[in-house]
């Protein structure tokens, strides 16, 4: 059974908490750490320990370039970008 947390993030710190601890564990079963990077609250670090994206996913040897772990950052953007917050991303 799945409850439903139904209040709206007070600020963009809560915001990275949700997205690195409740979201991530829903859609791909990992938690994620969210550190701040500056000193106003507006800028965090999301740090993903095993990415099953990784794991799970065969790319052919003619695409090894491709950056496929963007998708989780354009997930978590578009999810961002729903609540009116929008993002600048950086997969590294």
């Known amino acids: 059974m799945f409850t439903f947390h139904n209040s709206r993030c ?5 915001v990275a ?17 969210a550190t701040p990077v500056g000193q106003v609250g507006d800028e965090f ?4 320990e095993s990415n099953p994206l990784v ?3 065969e790319i052919p040897a ?3 370039k491709i950056c496929y772990s963007q998708v989780i950052c354009g ?7 729903f609540w009116l917050y929008h993002l600048l991303q950086n997969a590294l």
């Open 55 to 57: 794991e799970f996913v």
């Open 75 to 81: 997930a978590i953007r578009g999810a961002c970008k």
């Open 62 to 64: 003619e695409w090894a």
């Open 45 to 48: 670090s999301i740090v993903i």
């Open 10 to 14: 007070g600020n963009f710190t809560q």
């Open 17 to 33: 908490e949700i997205v690195s601890k409740n979201a991530l564990k829903t859609y791909l079963g990992v938690t994620a750490l």
